[in-house]
């Protein structure tokens, strides 16, 4: 009780393909080399896998990592926070001042990291203290 529409061909989105009669994802050939829809019994020869080609890309937050939102965090608390003025001349253009804050991301018994920018040309620096 199987019918087939040899006009219509199988959808393939990456890998996968689908049922061009219901939409159904269709399982991988059998031997006999045909592409059977479980749902609606649409049945189609086997695409030439030996020719197709698969391309896939991802969007950079598709993979989320404990370590990424980590330094997204800091790097949203470091734009947040409101930087005082520091009577310190910007090595690269000369500004009598400087926006600093600092940031402890060294351990406990260590000194912390002061971050400094250039109001002027947002020349940026760090001093471990």
């Known amino acids: 009780m199987s019918k087939s529409t040899p006009s219509l061909k199988p959808d393939t989105v990456g890998s996968l393909i689908f049922c061009p009669e219901c939409g159904n ?5 059998g031997e006999d080399d045909l592409i059977v829809c479980n749902l609606c019994s649409y049945t189609h020869q086997s695409i030439d896998f030996e020719n197709f080609e698969v391309v896939t890309t991802s969007k950079p937050g598709a993979f989320p990592s404990a370590l990424r939102n980590k330094r997204d965090d800091v ?13 310190e001349p910007c090595p690269k253009c000369g500004n009598p001042e400087m926006e600093y804050h600092t940031m402890q991301l060294r351990s ?5 990291t002061v971050f400094y920018t250039c109001p002027k040309c947002a020349y940026k620096t760090k001093l471990n203290s």
């Open 108 to 112: 406990a018994d260590e000194g912390q």
């Open 25 to 29: 994802l269709l399982d991988i050939p």
């Open 75 to 87: 790097q949203s608390e470091i734009k947040d926070a409101t930087a005082a003025l520091v009577k």
